[in-house]
């Protein structure tokens, strides 16, 4: 039972004692967290590190950590500030006013250098009280300062120089007096040949807070360095002006022959030759062999005679200046489109004189005049096509889709108007509804007319009926005769002019025009349908 009691108690103990360390999350020691970025500043511009701190459980309000510096590598540091977890910091030494601080919170400290000068360049860090020295990496402060010069040894800043190509040459060039040390690059023209040299740094003799650099370029020059320029550059910042010095040089070479072409095949066995090369100096003799009968020549150009019937040459150039000489070897092959001019040997007083033909067109010509006139030919056949398209398209608005030779009036008057005569009385079929009535009381009317309908071309009535001939009076008002024509009140006499085309009468004009009557289908394609028809009866006068 004892037992049982007293290990009921150490696990409440255990518990309790887990639960108050988790609750207040106790950390064992103090833990520092400084800067290790690198700023650069001009001479006289702020700049300030931070550092973070997590205090442990057990540590007093006056625990506290130190802001330090080394002016050289790291190994000798000096404390410059110090910071309590209490909050409050305080210049250390003759430190003050070079260094400041802020406390942003007691876990949260940062030094401020007020006014920047070579003295405050160095490396910054925070540690722990109990730490000796702070540990890599550390913050770093670069106070700039321009160097005074860059300069090739034996070369004022612009200078020229005149070397043998494939001939190892050295250069020293050197920066004075810096801050950071200038990084030295060499070029030639475009190309960055800084491989090829070796760099040291040094402290400035006068000036131990500012650096001297030195490079040591070998190299050789080939002929595409020609003219080009040798450069030495010193950079230390972007910030900062490049500055450099630079070499004109001059490298003399041998000559290098870039190619051998044939410049005339002729049609009797001669053939020219030309060959190209380059050289500083320029002064170049050639020499020329013919490898397969060993003929020789001289001259930029040379003219081979007595060439095989295999349609290729094999020859040797040499070109030689002072530097020296290179030869080349070619195997050349006759060209397919060999030129128009022939190598001709000098005619003999006494010899006719050359003939000149005459030049024709050749292939080209031919086909870039063959496609002109079929081009040509293809427009003009389109042109045509479209206007005749274009007529046939008008002729078809004109006479209709149905193919008839006669123009739709705009207004086509009804098809089945229709008129009969017996004796002085003229009966006019009134509007109705069902127009195809008006076909069955006027059978003589239509008969007489659809002859004169079939036979002409211009489907036009200049004429009216007989029984018009006589000049009737008409005491009716006017009635419409179904062709949205009226007659017209009171006329003196009817007039039947022609017209051509159908048109209404000014007001008060009298007279019955039959001008475009459409007539229509025949009254034969009609059934009867029973008389509807009401008749108005006008008794002409006659005068």
Wanted: proline share 6%; aromatic share 10%.
């Amino acid at each position: 039972m004892i037992l049982r009691n007293l290990s009921v108690i150490a696990a409440t103990v255990l518990i309790t004692w887990s639960a108050v360390f988790n609750t207040c999350h106790c950390q064992s020691e103090t833990t520092v967290d400084g800067p290790t970025n690198t700023a650069y500043v001009s001479p006289g511009d702020s700049e300030s590190f931070n550092c973070s701190v997590s205090w442990a459980a057990t540590s007093s309000d006056l625990d506290s950590i130190y802001w330090t510096r080394s002016t050289d590598d790291g190994t000798v540091w000096d404390d410059v500030v110090q910071c309590y977890k209490l909050g409050d910091c305080e210049v250390v030494g003759d430190f003050d006013p070079m260094y400041s601080y802020e406390v942003v919170s007691n876990e949260l400290f940062k030094l401020i250098i007020t006014s920047a000068t070579l003295d405050e360049d160095g490396l910054y860090d925070c540690h722990h009280f109990d730490d000796a020295n702070p540990a890599a990496p550390h913050a770093q402060l670069v106070v700039l300062d321009q160097v005074d010069d860059v300069s090739i040894d034996g070369f004022p800043s612009v200078g020229s120089d005149i070397v043998n190509a494939g001939e190892e040459q050295s250069y020293t060039c050197r920066s004075t007096a810096g801050n950071p040390a200038a990084s030295l690059i060499w070029t030639i023209g475009d190309v960055d040949i800084t491989s090829h040299s070796v760099n040291s740094t040094s402290e400035n003799t006068n000036d131990d807070r500012l650096y001297d650099t030195e490079s040591t370029l070998t190299y050789s020059f080939n002929a595409s360095d020609d003219g080009e320029d040798l450069r030495c550059r010193g950079f230390q910042h972007d910030s900062l002006a490049i500055r450099s010095s630079r070499i004109e040089m001059t490298v003399e070479y041998a000559p290098v022959i870039h190619y051998i072409d044939i410049l005339e095949w002729g049609d009797n066995y001669m053939v020219e030759v030309e060959c190209v090369a380059s050289a500083n100096p320029d002064s170049i003799s050639y020499s020329w062999t013919n490898n397969e009968n060993s003929a020789t020549g001289s001259g930029k150009t040379w003219t081979v005679e007595d060439v095989n019937q295999d349609n290729f040459i094999d020859v040797t150039c040499e070109a030689t200046n002072s530097i020296g000489s290179t030869e080349l070897r070619k195997e050349l092959s006759k060209p397919f489109d060999p030129t128009t001019r022939s190598l001709t040997p000098t005619p003999v007083v006494g010899d006719p004189a050359p003939s000149t033909g005459s030049s024709g067109c050749d292939t080209g010509c031919i086909i870039g005049v063959s496609v002109a006139a079929g081009i040509i030919v293809l427009v003009i056949i389109v042109l045509l096509l479209w206007i005749f398209l274009s007529r046939q398209k008008k002729q078809g608005e004109k006479y209709g889709s149905g193919g008839s030779n006669h123009k739709q009036p705009p207004h086509t008057a009804p098809a089945d108007v229709e008129m009969a005569t017996t004796g002085h009385t003229t009966k006019i079929p009134s509007v109705s509804d069902d127009a195809d009535n008006r076909y069955n009381d006027y059978a003589n009317y239509s008969d007489r007319y659809d002859d004169r309908y079939d036979n002409t071309s211009a489907h036009r009535y200049d004429q009216p009926p007989d029984e018009y001939s006589q000049s009737p009076r008409y005491d009716e008002p006017p009635i419409d005769e179904g062709d949205g024509y009226p007659n017209y009140s009171n006329p003196s006499s009817p007039n039947y002019s022609s017209y051509d085309r159908r048109q209404q009468a000014p007001p008060g004009t009298p007279g019955l025009h039959y001008t475009d009557l459409d007539l229509g289908p025949s009254p034969q394609d009609y059934q009867p349908q029973g008389p509807a028809t009401e008749y108005a009866t006008i008794t002409p006068t006659i005068v």
